[in-house]
């Protein structure tokens, strides 16, 4: 029995198809973003160490200040450290940008533009040495016109045995009030990731 030339390339791209690679959209099956693909941070986990601090920082005491002075504050959002082997320069933006969003829309404070940071920190540091210091915060602050900062750091800890890898990330974020320097907020969410 012979299969005409049609038929054989009605074959052939029924077989390709079935090999083809599938792309799957999260909204259209959210159990893909369940799974961890690694022991690295991914979106579930900064979404989780946010949401955690955020709440923390909605029900203190900063926070109702902030309230009570009815957007008379002005706070600035600056980078987040990396104090981690991971690459997640670009979460570390996301949070950057949920945690200005959250301020915004609360109506509490003067969120200032994330967006003018560069130019100031090339102001403070020069333009030989524009990159983020952590020890000069204040000085960037007080160039914005901010009384308060929110900033934080991201840390790990890593242990390995014969079987496992268990990673442990530490998301710090805090409020500093520009003028004296003082930490006036500061929470710790954690996760722990492994790999058997």
Known sequence: MTLSRSALIVFAAIALSACAKQYIRGANDPSIDNPALSTGLDKDDIQRMLAEDMNNLRASSVMQMWQNHRGQDTVAIFPFQNE???????????????????????GAVTVISRERQNQMIAEVEGTRHAAFNPAHVAQYGRQLGAKYMITGKVQAADERTEGLR??????????IEVETSAIRWQHKAYITKAVK
């Open 166 to 175: 268990r990673v442990q990330y530490f998301f710090y974020m805090q409020v």
């Open 84 to 106: 981690t082997s991971e690459h997640i320069e670009s979460q570390l933006q996301t949070v950057l940008s949920e945690a200005e969003t959250y301020l915004v829309e609360s």
